[in-house]
């Protein structure tokens, strides 16, 4: 296979990755990998070595002068991840515990609406025994007894 569609593809391959893999550095190895390709079409780079030099340099140099200015446009925004955004349709309904809940175990699991669901609590809770959600952090239920 010709060189210079191996560099165009690994490059637009690169450039579609850092749309899925975030972080803002793949994009400049895409870069590099792309005027490699473009390099090698022109006939200024006719040997694997030079190939290989073009495209390190060019991906490192680009990655240190233009990240700070690509970064604005190609980085999302991160919401609190410690808080789950629909929690509040949670607190205050019953679930039925299925393993124990303890203090001191994150084992503990209740069934509400039909789905499993990890739970903790400041008391232990038997198995059988049905609780009230009064908290929700990531996909955990802090439950208590319902008395």
Same mark, same amino acid.
């Given at each position: 296979?010709? @060189? !210079?569609? +191996?560099?165009? $593809?690994?490059?637009?391959?690169?450039?579609? *990755?850092?749309? +899925? $893999? @975030?972080?803002? #550095?793949?994009?400049?190895?895409?870069? !590099?990998? $792309?005027?490699?390709?473009?390099?090698?079409?022109?006939?200024? *780079?006719?040997?694997?070595?030079?190939?290989?030099? =073009?495209? =390190?340099? +060019?991906?490192?140099?680009?990655?240190?002068?233009?990240?700070?200015?690509?970064?604005?446009?190609?980085?999302? %925004?991160?919401?609190?991840?410690?808080?789950?955004?629909?929690?509040?349709?949670?607190?205050?309904?019953?679930?039925?515990?299925?393993?124990?809940?303890? @203090?001191?175990?994150?084992?503990?699991?209740?069934?509400?609406?039909?789905?499993?669901?990890?739970?903790?609590?400041?008391?232990?809770?038997?198995? !059988?025994?049905?609780?009230?959600? #009064?908290?929700?952090?990531? #996909?955990?239920? %802090?439950?208590? @007894? #319902?008395?």
């Amino acid at each position: 296979m010709n @060189p !210079g569609y +191996v560099w165009m $593809i690994a490059g637009l391959v690169l450039l579609f *990755l850092e749309f +899925v $893999i @975030p972080g803002v #550095i793949l994009v400049f190895f895409g870069i !590099g990998a $792309i005027l490699t390709a473009a390099g090698y079409w022109f006939g200024l *780079l006719p040997s694997l070595a030079a190939q290989l030099s =073009c495209f =390190c340099i +060019v991906s490192l140099l680009s990655l240190f002068t233009l990240r700070k200015y690509f970064s604005r446009f190609l980085k999302g %925004k991160v919401a609190d991840t410690n808080e789950f955004s629909n929690a509040a349709e949670f607190i205050g309904k019953t679930a039925k515990v299925t393993t124990e809940v303890t @203090p001191d175990d994150d084992r503990g699991r209740v069934d509400f609406d039909g789905s499993d669901w990890k739970a903790t609590s400041d008391s232990k809770i038997e198995v !059988g025994q049905v609780v009230k959600i #009064i908290e929700m952090k990531n #996909i955990t239920f %802090k439950v208590k @007894p #319902i008395q």
